[in-house]
């Protein structure tokens, strides 16, 4: 089966941490290039980091500094490490995978940053 299945979302306090994974089935992981996004109440969904098939990232300048994205072939999973959150940042992420003629989501997970 094919998909996407994010998790480590939660509620954490202003200048907390999360880690958020993205575990892939049904894809050859290492051909893809893999994103997340987040979409917060009222908001467009935006762009906030991206690892290419060859492990290039880039970032938002909203996250750049804070969050680290990285990617684990062998398991078919990415992460994004979330660093000195703020109430800004509080958004449902998604996990993105997509290379020509494919283009997959996740379903999502909540980051709450709340005091």
């Known amino acids: 089966q094919v998909q996407l299945v994010e998790s480590g979302g939660g509620l954490v306090q202003p200048g907390g941490s999360l880690r958020l994974s993205c575990a892939a089935s049904?894809?050859?992981?290492?051909?893809?290039?893999m994103g997340w996004y987040r979409q917060a109440p009222g908001e467009q969904r935006e762009l906030v980091a991206s690892s290419n098939a060859w492990g290039n990232t880039e970032y938002s300048n909203s996250v750049k500094g804070r969050f680290t994205i990285s990617r684990d072939n062998a398991k078919n999973t990415v992460y994004l490490r979330m660093n000195s959150l703020q109430p800004d940042d509080t958004a449902v992420y998604h996990c993105r995978a997509n290379r020509a003629g494919s283009d997959l989501w996740g379903q999502g997970t909540q980051v709450t940053v709340s005091s």
């Open positions: 049904g894809i050859t992981f290492r051909v893809y290039n």
